[in-house]
């Protein structure tokens, strides 16, 4: 079991911290902006995250005779998500340590883009100012490691433990009882 959830966690992994790097790249370079980033960075984390499904199969047709349980496919799937958002983690705080640029940039370009949707959504100027101090700390937290290693955790975490759910569902099977007649 540990080789599949290795296996297959690392794999996720990679690809989530290469697809967020290539993301990251198309918005520094203007390609796409902070709302279709958000779209990709979540189609990119389920194209990624596709690997639960293959690796709660995998061990079910190698290591389980073709036949596992809701539980147990569950198991194996929050593991490899584990492994994965845990390599994504990692992937995003190597590379926002080590590009100065972004780690300069990063919260105050997400901020003036927040608050720049709020205006233009009718937002009154007390609902903005309260957006801005809220922005504010909000930047404040990112700069605690901690905590955004946390918030980045948060990213991945939910949209893997659906699609675990959804994979363990879809793939449990049942041992089928021969006919007593």
């Known amino acids: 079991m540990r080789k599949v959830i290795l296996t297959f966690g690392l ?5 989530l911290v290469v697809l967020g790097f ?13 709302d279709n980033g958000e779209v990709i960075g979540y189609g990119s984390m389920i194209i990624a995250l596709s690997m639960v499904f293959f690796g709660i199969k995998s061990f079910r047709d190698r290591h389980q005779n073709g036949m596992i349980k809701f539980g147990k496919a569950f198991a194996v799937g929050i593991l490899i998500t584990l492994v994965a958002s845990a390599v994504y983690v990692v992937g995003w705080e190597v590379y926002y340590q080590s590009d100065d640029e972004l ?7 997400y901020s003036e883009h927040y608050l720049n949707k709020l205006k233009a959504g009718g937002a009154t100027e007390e609902q903005i100012e309260s957006a801005r101090q809220e922005t504010i700390r909000m930047k404040e937290l990112y700069d605690i490691p901690v905590l955004r290693l946390a918030m980045t955790l948060i990213e991945i975490l939910p ?7 959804i994979s363990a569902a879809v793939l449990r099977k049942k041992e089928i009882l021969p006919d007593a007649h």
């Open 103 to 109: 780690r300069a940039t990063f919260m105050d370009q």
């Open 11 to 15: 794999i996720s992994g990679a690809i």
């Open 159 to 165: 949209v893997g433990i659906i699609i675990t759910l």
């Open 22 to 34: 290539v993301n990251t790249s198309l918005w520094r370079s203007g390609a796409i902006d902070f």
